[in-house]
């Protein structure tokens, strides 16, 4: 169901809360049972029941006082239990980041967006799988196993917020709330058919958000539908004392209730011919991407060419600084502060080195050890300073290209959902996987992934909706106007 079949559902007494939570937590035992269980959740959360019952008494109560209607516009997301990531703080629960350093640890406080969908009336049911401290592009790196695709077991369900995806494709969760430094919501949203949005850096608080690429880092919504995405940004949106980084949107008063974009005459979407050329582009998925663009020309919508030679150097840019902030970032875990620690009695250095040895997986040691090595001037020379100044371009030409054009249209990954373990030993072809999304991060702008259609395999493909900074109304409404026309085909 979507939030709105949900809150409607709720409404009318056809569900409650509880009977929700219930049934989606019988799905869960049931798929831990399966043959080839999709792992998308590490745990439901205990006190999600209590949490259900407290809403159906609201709901009660204001149904007898005859102001239901009231609950609910004070309360748009009453009752609707949603997925979180593991590396979202819940307080009172468990955190781990999919890493095994932090096994055990449990959350002193709530995230900011935790705070504030729970304000709305929300239910976090549990934490999702996730690649470990979301360094990975398809949930393999998780200490706890893989996240399967639920369009096909044997396959990835994409990262790193795969758990989240998967979730909410599989309808063990209304909605999902996951990270992205580089692509990691709307890439699993592709792999996964389902929508996934990234918003513009700030517009959603990252206190309370375990740190990869804190220039980057941006938590962003997976769901069903644009407006399941609509409603959840619009009561996470806004600035936050405890994070200096974070800002109002702008508009947010349109998300409450998304209407579909109507005015496509006036459209103007570039197109760069960087992404449109690309050899490494799947067949499948340049095919699915010529049918969207032909959509929006039938629409009235102009679509235009553009050269923008920066995005060439935007993949190594950003692993420049994401790996170089991962590495300063991650200094925090040392067995002394936080999680697990290994103590042979041999003093402070050997504690380190035991506790990070044994506590990261590969993935987050071959992360921190290329991003010290940048951060270390002597052996890299000005690679970081280099990897700020493309960065710099990049924002720069980026927002020039806004002035004329409204949308950026491209692929959200080259190709399809891979089969599991096809690249996980292949780190540098893993990386590509974020070759279309890393410029939206790099620029600070919003994207949203959109379910286009299929490979020859029957795995989903997403297509990408960019815009501007703060313009997620107006590509959430462009993603709705898709989902009218094209959602149940």
């Not at 949930?139 to 989240?164: C, D, H, I, K, M």
């Amino acid at each position: 169901m979507t939030i709105l079949d949900t809150v409607n559902k709720l409404k009318s007494g056809e569900i409650t809360s509880r009977s929700l939570v219930e049934s989606l937590k019988a799905t869960f035992e049931a798929d831990k049972k399966s043959e080839l269980p999709l792992n998308a959740f590490l745990e439901i959360f205990e006190d999600a029941t209590a949490k259900a019952e407290a809403c159906d008494k609201e709901i009660a109560e204001a149904k007898a006082k005859g102001s239901l209607d009231k609950l609910f516009e004070e309360k748009p997301l009453l009752g609707v239990p949603f997925a979180s990531k593991d590396n979202i703080n819940v307080r009172g629960q468990k955190i781990t980041c999919g890493s095994k350093i932090l096994e055990g640890y449990v959350a002193p406080y709530s995230a900011t967006v935790i705070n504030r969908l729970e304000k709305a009336g929300a239910i976090p049911l549990g934490r999702c799988n996730q690649d470990e401290f979301a360094m990975g592009s398809s949930t393999e790196y998780s200490s706890y196993g893989p996240t399967r695709n639920p369009a096909n077991r044997q396959y990835v369900s994409g990262g790193s917020s795969g758990g989240s995806a998967a979730a909410v494709a599989s309808n063990q969760a209304v909605f999902g709330i996951g990270t992205e430094t580089g692509g990691s919501v709307r890439l699993p949203a592709s792999y996964c058919g389902i929508y996934g949005l990234k918003p513009t850096y700030g517009v959603l608080s990252r206190w309370g958000v375990v740190a990869y690429g804190s220039s980057l880092d941006q938590v962003g919504i997976l769901g069903h539908t644009p407006r399941d995405i609509a409603l959840p940004l619009y009561a996470m949106a806004g600035e936050d004392f405890y994070d200096d980084t974070s800002a109002d949107l702008p508009c947010k008063e349109d998300l409450k209730n998304l209407k579909a974009y109507t005015d496509f005459s006036s459209l103007k979407i570039a197109v760069p011919k960087q992404f449109a050329e690309t050899k490494g582009l799947d067949e499948d998925v340049a095919k699915v991407f010529e049918e969207t663009k032909q959509w929006f020309i039938s629409k009235g919508a102009k679509i235009e060419i553009v050269d923008l030679p920066i995005l060439d150097a935007s993949i190594a840019s950003y692993y420049v600084i994401a790996l170089s902030e991962a590495a300063s970032n991650l200094s925090r875990f040392d067995g002394i502060r936080y999680g697990n620690r290994i103590d042979s009695g041999k003093g402070y250095d050997e504690l380190y080195v035991e506790t990070r040895s044994n506590g990261f997986g590969p993935e987050v040691k071959r992360r921190i050890i290329i991003g010290n090595y940048v951060l270390s001037e002597q052996f890299s020379g000005s690679t970081y300073k280099k990897g700020m100044s493309v960065r710099a371009r990049i924002q720069k030409e980026v927002a020039k290209l806004y002035e004329s054009y409204d949308l950026i249209l491209c692929p959200t990954c080259p190709t399809a959902a891979f089969k599991l373990g096809q690249k996980v030993d292949n780190p540098l072809e893993m990386y590509l996987s974020d070759l279309y999304t890393v410029f939206v991060n790099l620029s600070r702008c919003t994207s949203i992934s959109v379910p286009a259609g299929k490979n020859r395999d029957g795995m989903p493909v997403g297509i990408q909706f960019a815009g501007p900074m703060f313009s997620e109304a107006k590509i959430l409404s462009i993603a709705q106007a898709w989902e009218d026309e094209k959602g149940n085909n």
